[in-house]
């Protein structure tokens, strides 16, 4: 299950999307309030290529200090507003904390307003847009890691990532391995 965490476009996205095309891949975009307001043209392209479009919070606060279920709702019933004025879509009902930071109060509020929480069991510091690691390293990580049922976080920022996505992917599915959807992960 590929997941993408979008908080600004820095030029890469786009590549990512004709990959994931290319391979038939879909995925789950978390994106946040900044990446609605500035991107829609790219949140209109996920949607239309059939990828989930998934909320991560208006401003990407740290949700286990939002203790408020006012101030927890609006962070995300702004981005869900947002979506479907950009696709006149509803949003999917899936929700990443930021960071991946939680508690059990922030996950039961996010579970009272209706969201499934999603967090990942394979990732690599890729979100450091001044320190990225270099192509080889990034494979050798992501195909050593990968295992039945993981659930991939990788950021749209990464250069690498956009330079890496199609010899990744190659690979996976040489050694078995297709893509599937958050609806899917949850129907099981």
Request: hydrophobic fraction near 40%; include cysteine.
């Amino acid at each position: 299950y590929l997941t993408f965490d979008c908080g600004y476009e820095n030029g890469n996205t786009a590549k990512i999307l004709d990959v994931l095309q290319d391979h038939n891949a879909p995925a789950a975009f978390f994106v946040v309030g900044n990446y609605l307001e500035t991107e829609p043209d790219l949140i209109r392209r996920m949607a239309e290529e059939g990828h989930t479009v998934g909320n991560h919070t208006w401003s990407h606060p740290d949700m286990t200090r939002v203790t408020d279920e006012s101030a927890f709702a609006a962070q995300l019933q702004k981005v869900r507003a947002a979506y479907q004025e950009i696709t006149g879509q509803e949003m999917s009902m899936y929700y990443r904390p930021p960071q991946g930071l939680y508690s059990t109060d922030s996950l039961k509020m996010a579970q009272a307003l209706g969201y499934k929480t999603v967090f990942w069991s394979l990732a690599y510091v890729d979100w450091k847009t001044d320190s990225q690691p270099g192509e080889q390293e990034a494979i050798d990580k992501l195909t050593s890691r990968i295992h039945g049922g993981a659930v991939v976080l990788l950021h749209n920022t990464s250069a690498t990532n956009a330079a890496v996505l199609d010899r990744v992917l190659t690979a996976w599915e040489k050694m078995g391995y297709n893509f599937g959807t958050l609806d899917e992960l949850f129907a099981h």
